[in-house]
């Protein structure tokens, strides 16, 4: 079964608004990590923000914040003030505590969504 | 501070040849992870190797092997490569394996095989 769903392909925002990244995931892991990597076109996987299972708020990086919906298992990225240099690849990524299967060596990966920021 | 460390950054390979991927970790760091990143997919895990020793294996096949040198760096063969090998491999660093551990990824190798 697909433990991290993204389901927008692709998305667009003008600059300067706001935009929000949807993500899904499945585990019955009661400790877990979620993670959102930005992959720009040259490849490299950049660290954004990071939810843990057990965090009480929210988290917020700078512009990044995650909208973090335990019951409904979702972790949706929140980017304000978009600019042209966030057009880019968007993962959203979990790691499982490993009480349930296993250990929490991996990190699940979803598909990715395109991020397009328009002038 | 440098960073994860790749190399090469591109390469080109024939159906059938093997090839090594390098990776150096980010200072401090002790365990590093190998993904496999096919065109329009998110990275998918291949290994982990910690203390010169292979904890986890994703679904692949053997022909994907690895080492950890003492100091922490790693390399990734691919023996017997098929087309379907191309895709960017992504090596990434770690202070341990925790569920709430930052991994650090390295900017990837291509690798494309005709």
């Known amino acids: 079964a697909q433990k991290i769903t993204q389901t927008q392909p692709g998305m667009f925002v003008q600059e300067k608004e706001a935009v929000t990244l949807d993500c899904t995931y499945d585990?019955?892991?009661?400790?877990?990590?979620l993670f959102w990597y930005k992959q720009p076109s040259s490849g490299e996987m950049i660290f954004l923000i990071y939810q843990g299972s057990y965090d009480q708020q929210n988290a917020t990086e700078g512009r990044y914040s995650l909208n973090f919906q335990k019951a409904r298992k979702s972790a949706n990225l929140v980017i304000s003030a978009s600019q042209l240099g966030d057009s880019a690849m968007y993962f959203c990524?979990?790691?499982?505590?490993?009480?349930?299967?296993?250990?929490?060596?991996?990190?699940?990966f979803g598909k990715g969504t395109k991020l397009t920021v328009n002038p | 501070d440098a960073g994860v460390t790749q190399s090469p950054t591109h390469l080109i390979k024939t159906r059938g040849q093997q090839v090594t991927l390098r990776c150096s970790p980010k200072s401090g760091h002790d365990t590093v992870s190998w993904y496999q990143q096919a065109l329009g997919q998110g990275p998918q895990f291949i290994f982990q190797?910690?203390?010169?020793?292979?904890?986890q294996r994703g679904n692949f096949p053997d022909r994907f092997s690895g080492h950890q040198f003492p100091n922490y760096s790693s390399e990734l063969n691919v023996n017997a490569l098929l087309l379907g090998d191309s895709a960017l491999y992504l090596c990434?660093?770690?202070?341990?394996?925790?569920?709430?551990?930052?991994?650090?990824f390295g900017q990837g190798t291509r690798l494309t095989v005709v």
């Open positions: 990434a660093s770690s202070l341990g394996w925790d569920f709430d551990t930052e991994a650090f």
């Open positions: 190797y910690y203390e010169e020793e292979e904890r």
């Open positions: 990524a979990m790691r499982e505590g490993g009480e349930t299967q296993g250990g929490s060596e991996k990190l699940v």
């Open positions: 585990t019955s892991d009661p400790s877990y990590g």
